[in-house]
Structures are given as structure tokens and as C-alpha cells.
């Protein structure tokens, strides 16, 4: 019996890693006509549904906040300066995107 519980503690140590990265967010955006369409989703390739967006200024002013609806996408007037897009989507899951980048 002691081998087995050995065994299964092994194997949870191992695989403990690999859980703590299962889930890594990730925002992408894409801008066109003045418009910017981000859509948030996992490393796991599933959707960020409910997810927070926030887009901020070259001065940390936030110029629009939404959440991303149930296809993880959200829609904003792109601002003429330099922003950044900030995607929480809760327990330490977030991800951010760079106008410049």
C-alpha cells in the first residue's frame, strides 16, 4: 500500500506543473477602419467568456471597459494614440496587448 501512495504522489508532483499552465490567458486585437476587435481565450484555446477588458492611454487613462461576450470578442472605437488592452479574467488570469506591438 505504501508503493501505491508513493506512486500517486509522484505523479501529482509531476503533473502540477502542467496544471498551473493549462490555463494561461491570452488577448489578441486586430485594428481596422478605427475600429479594434480583441478576442480573449486560453492557452487551452477555450474562451475567455465574461472576461473584463480595459484599454488604457498613453497617461493610464482608461478610455473604454467591457467584458468579452460568450465568442470571448470584444468591439471599441481604437483610440489615435498609443494604448494597451488589459484582459482580466479572474484568479490571476491576465493578459495584455500592446498597440505598438
Not at 490571476?92 to 506591438?101: F, I, P, R, V
Request: with cysteine; net charge negative; charged share 25%.
Amino acid at each position: 500500500m505504501r508503493n501505491l501512495e508513493t506512486l500517486i504522489f509522484g505523479i501529482t508532483v509531476l503533473l502540477l506543473p502542467c496544471l498551473g499552465m493549462a490555463h494561461t490567458a491570452i488577448v489578441t486585437c486586430q485594428e481596422s477602419d478605427g475600429k479594434c476587435w480583441c478576442r480573449g481565450f486560453f492557452s487551452d484555446m477555450s474562451v475567455a467568456t465574461g472576461a473584463t477588458i480595459t484599454v488604457r492611454d498613453d497617461s493610464g487613462k482608461v478610455v473604454f471597459k467591457d467584458k468579452v461576450d460568450k465568442d470571448g470578442e470584444v468591439e471599441f472605437s481604437a483610440p489615435t494614440s498609443h494604448y494597451q488592452v488589459l484582459m482580466d479574467a479572474g484568479k490571476g488570469h491576465k493578459a495584455e496587448w500592446d498597440s505598438k506591438e
